[in-house]
C-alpha cells in the first residue's frame, strides 16, 4: 500500500485517529475550563449576568476554542499522515515567479 505513516494503512488510521480523538477530547476539557474561566472573568468585572449573555459568552468561549483545535489536529494529521506530501500541484509549471 502506501508508506508506513499513511492513512490508507488500516492499523495506521486507527492509530492516528484514535491519537486525534484523544487529543481532541483533552482540548474540549481545556475548553471547558477556559469558558468557565471567561465567565468568572466576566461576572467579576460586569456582576450578575443574565442567562443569555452568560450562555452565549460561555459557548462562544468554548466552541471557538474547540473548532480552533479540530482544525488544527486535522492540519498536523493530514500532515503526519504523508497526505500532504501525495498532493499532485498541477499548475507547478504554469506559475511564473519572475
Not at 450578575?48 to 483545535?69: I, P, R
Amino acid at each position: 500500500m502506501g508508506t508506513p505513516h499513511d492513512l490508507d494503512d488500516p492499523d495506521y488510521a486507527a492509530f492516528a485517529w484514535g491519537r486525534y480523538r484523544r487529543i481532541l477530547k483533552g482540548m474540549a476539557l481545556i475548553s471547558l475550563f477556559t469558558a468557565g474561566l471567561a465567565e468568572f472573568a466576566l461576572w467579576l468585572s460586569l456582576g450578575e449576568l443574565n442567562f443569555v449573555t452568560a450562555s452565549a459568552a460561555f459557548l462562544g468561549v468554548f466552541l471557538t476554542m474547540l473548532l480552533a483545535a479540530a482544525l488544527m489536529g486535522l492540519m498536523f494529521l493530514s500532515s503526519g499522515s504523508g497526505h500532504d506530501d501525495r498532493i499532485e500541484d498541477r499548475l507547478k509549471d504554469e506559475i511564473d515567479l519572475d
